[in-house]
């Protein structure tokens, strides 16, 4: 799956020279995060988060007046507080790949460029929101977690089990385990009791760390 299937478009973006407060209105409007930064001719030039600009705004706890507090205020722009050093990404990016930048960078979202010109953003949410079509979190199932050992064939032989006994699966993934030696899977099946489940695939794992009947 490629970044143009998942990001969000069309972007919502804002200038170098709009006031913090107006560019926070538009944020808490549109229920977002963060929006692109762009010049006059639209080409990217930051992006600014809403805990930058909220980082902006001053404390409660000022002991300046209302006035002097305003007058401040007015006087911040996004290009005092945006980055500008920005990450971007294409569309056939992997999202596998934009989620790594992201979490290597702790950073909430990327822009998604194409001939210079900003097409759409990929955020945390949609990450978040791949996640729980990936692991099947809004059908119901029974829900296997187990330690496998990392070799050839692993994954058939579970496959195998389960197809053989009647079910069907509904989401599978594989992470790193305790040890390179071994593999964690966790997988959704449907057509079968959690009892049915882990009697097929107990021979053919090492250990079933969990399985229950969920989601919905």
Known sequence: MLVKG??????????????????????????????PVLDKKGKLIGIVSDKDLLNAAPSDATSLSVWEVNY????????????????????DTPVEEAARMMADSKIGGLPVV???EVVGLITETDLFKL????????EMGVR??????????????ITHAIAKAGGSFIAFGQFNGDDTAHRIVTFKVTGMTADEVKTAVSP?????TDVRECCS
């Open 6 to 35: 998942r990001m969000s478009a069309p972007i919502i973006s804002t200038t170098a020279d709009t006031q913090i407060m107006e560019a926070m209105d538009v944020m808490k409007q549109n229920n977002i995060r963060r929006m």
């Open 72 to 91: 401040l205020v007015a006087r911040i722009r996004v290009k005092d507080v945006m980055t500008k050093e920005v990450m971007t990404v294409s569309g």
């Open 114 to 116: 194409l001939d210079d």
């Open 131 to 138: 996640l729980v079509e990936l692991m099947g979190a809004r």
């Open 144 to 157: 296997v977690t187990a330690t496998v050992p990392d070799k050839l064939g692993e994954l058939d032989d």
């Open 204 to 208: 053919v794992v090492d250990e079933i």
